[in-house]
């Protein structure tokens, strides 16, 4: 089994930055790769960026160039750079990890306002 712990949310002014971060524990070997999706007001979760665990990573258009998605696997957590933020990127944020031959795990979600 795999826990995910987000943090790193908060309130931010248009043009700033953030720094989400997810610990990870349990079961580590058998992630396949992780992600941060979010889920903003009346809106479905989307997929924001993802990690394999050979370091390849894959954007929404809607972040590219602004948010920088690693892994420290010595660490056992993941990270999500998050910069020139829009009032749009308001959201919960959620981490992800797909697992072996298991169900995918989720953090419980930080929440990011982008707001003047």
């Known amino acids: 089994q795999v826990r995910l712990v987000e943090s790193g949310g908060g309130l931010v002014q248009p043009g700033g930055s953030l720094r989400l971060s997810c610990a990870v524990s349990g079961s580590i070997a058998s992630i396949i790769d992780m992600g941060w999706y979010r889920q903003a007001p009346g809106k479905q979760r989307e997929l924001v960026a993802t990690?394999?665990?050979?370091?390849?990573?894959s954007y929404a258009d809607f972040v590219k160039g602004r948010f920088t998605i690693s892994r420290d696997i010595a660490k056992s957590a993941a990270y999500l750079q998050m910069n020139s933020l829009k009032p749009e990127d308001t959201a919960v944020y959620y981490c992800h990890a797909s697992i072996l031959l298991r169900p995918d795990s989720w953090g419980q979600g930080t929440r990011v306002t982008v707001s003047p």
């Open positions: 990690i394999t665990n050979g370091g390849s990573t």
